[in-house]
């Protein structure tokens, strides 16, 4: 028979769990700061969010080498911007890095075909990266990347570099137990948000932002010739960028002016993924914006917000189909691909000439640096990306605000006794 105090007990918690009920319902919304630790607090969404979105941010960051002048705290304000862009716009940072996959496929395949078979994608990161420096006889030294080294060893004005990839590694700023701590942390994330979806409580849009974050972070001898950047200009001129000549353009500073470069752009725009690296890109900034559009029929506190939510989750949606459809048809008709297509339908004989000519030809039209960016580039640019950042700043901001009034559920812990198969 059970004692009085035990009794007193059992019917103090039965009050207590129909107290919470009633209260964290999804027919309610609960207004302020909710405390821990009996139920997930307010505290708890926001801390888990942001240490996600930091430590995302942060490792799947890799920076080119800086400058030798580079004091620290220049290095660490620029690591600090990027991983501001890689919050505000984590595409972007996606985007770069698949186009330093392209140009490392590039470099590897250029380099075996002068039958240096060492030559790995480890390398061609090395050297996209600024981790060569040329020392010149009669000037100062600066940055190569891998397509200008590879055309000072065909031209044999440098030797080969003997560096095997595991000297690469030693010299790699990653750490690998934050990566695991990273892995963890996002995975638990993932699960988190499809276990509450099951059980029908509600996601917060901070842990959607979150969420969209993560998917996105799953790079001897004097010229007589004019020369922008460095003396290798000709061969490639480590741009176009956004600081090299978007900045230059709206008149703004630009990167320090010491000529030669001392350290390559990091945001230097990135070459035209082709293959996997395209599809990849498609699919992720697809899945980014997308994720955002999951949140339409999300109960905000109250309705111009959930208004304005579906508009900019539509507005990113949007632009990034639209991009990809023009970047499409762009990219096909620099590939031929839709004269192949003319060819193979309308005459077939034309198609062996066609595709020899496409092997011959150089495999993008190259433009001086300093003929971008055109003004028609800017003008069409520019209100699209303006608008893609009020959209974006407006899906941050409203992370934040909803917390102030949120759907009752949201205060729910997960039950992992669910999942567990039971008699």
């Known amino acids: 028979m059970p004692h009085r105090g035990q009794l007193g007990l059992t019917f103090t918690l039965t009050i207590f769990v129909a107290?919470?009920?009633?209260?964290?319902?999804?027919?309610?919304?609960?207004?302020?700061?909710?405390?821990?630790?009996?139920?997930?607090?307010?505290?708890?969404?926001?801390?888990?969010?942001?240490?996600?979105?930091f430590i995302s941010t942060y490792t799947m960051l890799c920076l080119n080498v800086p400058a030798a002048a580079d004091t620290y705290l220049r290095r660490t304000f620029r690591r600090f911007l990027w991983m501001c862009l890689g919050i505000l716009g984590p595409e972007f940072p996606l985007t770069y890095a698949a186009g330093q996959w392209s140009r490392a496929k590039h470099s590897v395949a250029?380099?075996?075909a002068l039958g240096y078979d060492d030559w790995h994608m480890r390398h061609a990161f090395f050297a996209d990266m600024g981790g060569f420096t040329l020392h010149p006889k009669d000037g100062p030294p600066f940055p190569?990347?891998?397509?200008?080294?590879?055309?000072?060893?065909?031209?044999?004005?440098?030797?080969?570099?003997?560096?095997?990839?595991?000297?690469?590694?030693?010299?790699?700023?990653?750490?690998?137990?934050?990566?695991?701590?990273?892995?963890?942390?996002?995975?638990?994330?993932?699960?988190?948000?499809?276990?509450?979806?099951?059980?029908?409580?509600?996601i917060t849009?901070?842990?959607?932002?979150?969420?969209?974050?993560?998917?996105?972070?799953?790079?001897?001898?004097?010229?007589?010739?004019?020369?922008?950047?460095?003396?290798?200009?000709?061969?490639?001129?480590?741009?176009?960028?956004?600081?090299?000549?978007?900045?230059p353009f709206m008149k703004m500073p630009v990167i320090p002016a010491n000529r030669p470069i001392q350290m390559i752009p990091n945001d230097r725009f990135p070459m035209?993924?082709?293959?996997?690296?395209?599809?990849?890109?498609?699919?992720?900034?697809m899945v980014y914006t997308a994720i955002h559009?999951?949140?339409?029929?999300?109960?905000?506190?109250?309705?111009?917000?959930?208004?304005?939510?579906?508009?900019?989750?539509?507005?990113?949606?949007?632009?990034?189909?639209?991009?990809?459809?023009?970047?499409?048809?762009?990219?096909?008709?620099?590939l031929g691909r839709w004269k192949t297509i003319y060819l193979y339908i309308f005459n077939r004989s034309g198609l062996e000439e066609h595709w020899m000519r496409m092997v011959r030809r150089t495999p993008t039209a190259r433009r001086e640096s300093h003929q971008l960016p055109l003004p028609w580039e800017f003008a069409s640019i520019a209100p699209l990306a303006f608008t893609y950042g009020l959209a974006r700043f407006y899906l941050i901001a409203e992370a934040f605000a909803e917390l102030r009034n949120l759907q009752g559920t949201a205060y729910v812990n997960v039950d992992w006794t669910y999942f567990i198969p039971h008699a």
């Open 19 to 53: 107290i919470c009920v009633q209260v964290f319902s999804s027919t309610t919304r609960v207004n302020g700061w909710v405390n821990q630790p009996n139920y997930r607090g307010t505290f708890d969404i926001i801390w888990t969010n942001l240490v996600t979105i």
């Open 110 to 112: 250029a380099f075996r």
């Open 144 to 202: 190569l990347n891998a397509t200008q080294l590879h055309w000072l060893v065909e031209n044999r004005f440098v030797t080969y570099p003997r560096i095997s990839r595991q000297d690469i590694e030693d010299k790699s700023k990653q750490d690998t137990f934050t990566k695991v701590i990273t892995a963890f942390q996002v995975g638990y994330l993932i699960i988190q948000c499809v276990a509450r979806a099951i059980q029908g409580l509600a």
């Open 205 to 247: 849009t901070l842990e959607l932002n979150a969420l969209a974050i993560v998917v996105c972070s799953l790079s001897e001898m004097t010229l007589d010739r004019p020369w922008s950047l460095t003396p290798l200009d000709f061969i490639d001129e480590n741009g176009p960028g956004y600081s090299v000549n978007v900045q």
């Open 272 to 285: 035209n993924p082709y293959g996997i690296q395209e599809y990849f890109l498609c699919f992720a900034t």
């Open 293 to 334: 559009v999951a949140g339409w029929s999300f109960d905000f506190p109250s309705h111009i917000e959930r208004v304005l939510w579906r508009v900019s989750s539509l507005v990113l949606f949007g632009i990034t189909v639209a991009f990809w459809v023009f970047e499409t048809t762009a990219s096909w008709t620099r």
